[in-house]
């Protein structure tokens, strides 16, 4: 049975950071590519970040670029996503996603979902 177990959220004011990490179990975890989407209440989920299996091949979406690092230890079955210098807009639920294929998991298209961890920033 596969399980993707998110922790780090919280609460944190404007311009703080906070880091979320991610662990697998039940799959073989560096065959597949990781994400982070995040989704607020009545609004679509968004795609935030995403690693390749081996980590040597990243992306962000444009509103986190140069904010957020996305990074992973295969060794102990963690994706992690560092979050620097956070916005108010960033509030939401984050949630990790496992898929086989790099460029399916940015589409949302992914195998496996975590139940999600509650970012919330406050102005």
């Known amino acids: 049975q596969v399980r993707l177990v998110e922790s780090g959220g919280g609460l944190v004011q404007a311009g703080g950071s906070l880091r979320l990490s991610c662990v697998a179990s039940?799959?073989?975890?560096?065959?597949?590519?990781m994400a982070w989407f995040r989704q607020t209440p009545g609004k679509e989920r968004e795609f935030v970040s995403r690693i390749s299996g081996s980590g040597g091949i990243s992306g962000y979406s444009d509103s986190v670029k140069g904010r957020f690092t996305i990074s992973r230890d295969n060794a102990k079955n963690t994706v992690s996503l560092q979050m620097d210098v956070l916005k108010p807009e960033d509030t939401a639920d984050y949630y990790c996603a496992a898929d086989r294929s790099y460029q399916h998991i940015l589409a949302g298209r992914a195998d496996y979902w975590g139940k999600g961890a509650l970012v919330t920033v406050s102005s």
């Open positions: 039940g799959l073989t975890f560096r065959s597949y590519a």
